[in-house]
T-cell receptor
């Protein structure tokens, strides 16, 4: 079993829909990252969380440390949101080392 | 501030050769991490350098090595290349253990 599990693996939505991507992890962490990767490879760090909730524009990330679970929500989805979203965790004693989920391929159709 | 830069962006090498990839972090960032991304294995941690010292190492063979210079620039080296080393190699920099900023990656093809 992977230390970081994401669901779903693939997600297709219509423009305007509310989207949720889930991430569960099995190790103690000091922080959880949500990353976005567009075709061509570039990765953008969307959020770094250690507790609670963060919001940036149409994106919201939440984390429940006790349940070892995080969600990434996209409100009013748009075709430009189409990308791979990756959950990554930083262990409690692992410096900046990240362990990654397999990613969720999101496609938003107009 | 300039972002993380990686050179070269694309590279084609032959089995058995060696390769050196370079990463220049954001100014002021002392931590540089290296990751390998392949379709089969996804993103995997290679190693992390902080203030010229290797702080963490992933589960890769000794053919993979790295170093960091006093200006925080980092290089990684892969010796005796194998076909399976074909991948996107990403570096990321951060200030201490905060949010990581990724470079555009170096796409290595081994033939």
């Amino acid at each position: 079993k992977n230390e970081v599990e994401q669901s779903p693996q693939n997600l297709t939505a219509q423009e305007g829909e509310f989207i949720t991507i889930n991430c569960s992890y099995s190790v103690g962490i000091s922080a959880l990252h949500w990353l976005q990767q567009h075709p061509g490879g570039g990765i953008v760090s969307l959020f770094m969380l250690s507790s609670g909730k963060k919001k940036h524009g149409r994106l919201i990330a939440t984390i429940n440390i006790q349940e070892k679970h995080s969600s990434l929500h996209i409100t009013a989805s748009h075709p430009r949101d189409s990308a791979v979203y990756i959950c990554a965790v930083r262990g409690e004693t692992s410096g900046s080392r990240l362990t990654f989920g397999e990613g969720t391929q999101l496609t938003v159709n107009p | 501030k300039a972002g993380v830069t990686q050179t070269p962006r694309y590279l084609i090498k032959t089995r058995g050769q060696q390769v050196t990839l370079s990463c220049s972090p954001i100014s002021g960032h002392r931590s540089v991490s290296w990751y390998q991304q392949t379709p089969g294995q996804g993103l995997q941690f290679l190693f992390e350098y902080f203030s010229e010292t290797q702080r963490n190492k992933g589960n890769f063979p000794g053919r993979f090595s790295g170093r960091q210079f006093s200006n925080s620039r980092s290089e990684m080296n892969v010796s005796t290349l194998e076909l399976g080393d074909s991948a996107l190699y990403l570096c990321a920099s951060s200030y201490a253990d905060t949010k990581q900023y990724f470079g555009p990656g170096t796409r290595l093809t081994v033939t």
